[in-house]
């Protein structure tokens, strides 16, 4: 991954820098209370993309079953629906592995993809069920152009575990 068109004084001056802690205990906790949103909002908060979602994939259709937003916390949002072909989730479909893009307009993988003029940044993980099959996926992603570290994509993975097992669990329909 590369570092992208935010420099490194840039991500300081902004923010600080993701935790190297994984919080994967807390966000288990919260994923077996069916605090989806509550969970997002830590793995947000380790970065500086606006947005962190979980989506389940269907065949060639990708249902948002939560959605952080670092701008409007207080919103619960889930629920939406795309094709897979016009998401970035298409490419960890396809890969069976992370994907991740700091600007999709200088990135040559994305020319002529639906949300490249929308979704500037993404890093994003696969989530897997116990016998190994893509059932959905864990990502960041921005309006704008984000550095992506290595490090949060392992973070990203560290705790896709803990989302698929929300996904196969009896708490994923539990209030928020």
Same mark, same amino acid.
Request: glycine residues 10%.
């Given at each position: ?12 001056? !902004?923010? &600080?820098a993701p935790s190297s #802690? =994984? ?6 906790? /919260?994923?077996? #209370? ?5 969970? @997002? ?5 380790? &970065? ?6 979980? %989506?389940?994939?269907?065949?060639? /259709?990708?249902? $948002? @079953?939560?959605? %952080?937003?670092?701008? $409007? ?5 889930? !629920? !939406? ?6 998401? +970035? ?20 993988? @994305? *020319?002529? *993809?639906?949300?490249?003029? &929308? =979704?500037?940044? +993404?890093?994003? =993980?696969?989530? #897997?069920?116990?016998?190994?099959? /893509? =059932?959905?996926?864990?990502?960041? +992603?921005?309006?704008?152009? #984000? ?23 009896? $708490?994923? $329909?539990?209030?928020?």
């Amino acid at each position: 991954m590369s570092a992208g068109p935010e420099s490194e004084e840039t991500i300081a001056a !902004g923010s &600080t820098a993701p935790s190297s #802690r =994984v919080p994967t205990a807390e966000c288990l906790t /919260l994923l077996d #209370r069916g605090d989806v949103h509550a969970a @997002l909002g830590v793995l947000n908060a380790r &970065t500086r993309f606006r947005f962190t979602a979980v %989506y389940e994939v269907e065949g060639a /259709l990708l249902r $948002n @079953l939560g959605l %952080y937003d670092r701008e $409007n916390p207080a919103l619960n949002l889930a !629920g !939406g629906a795309c094709d897979l072909d016009e998401s +970035y989730c298409t490419f960890i479909a396809a890969t069976g592995s992370a994907f991740a893009t700091a600007d999709s307009h200088t990135d040559l993988r @994305l *020319h002529g *993809h639906p949300r490249r003029e &929308t =979704v500037l940044s +993404y890093a994003g =993980v696969p989530i #897997r069920s116990s016998s190994g099959r /893509l =059932v959905g996926t864990l990502c960041h +992603y921005d309006g704008r152009p #984000r550095f992506v570290d290595a490090v949060e994509l392992r973070a990203l993975e560290a705790v896709a575990p803990s989302f698929a097992a929300w996904l196969g669990g009896g $708490n994923r $329909n539990a209030p928020t």
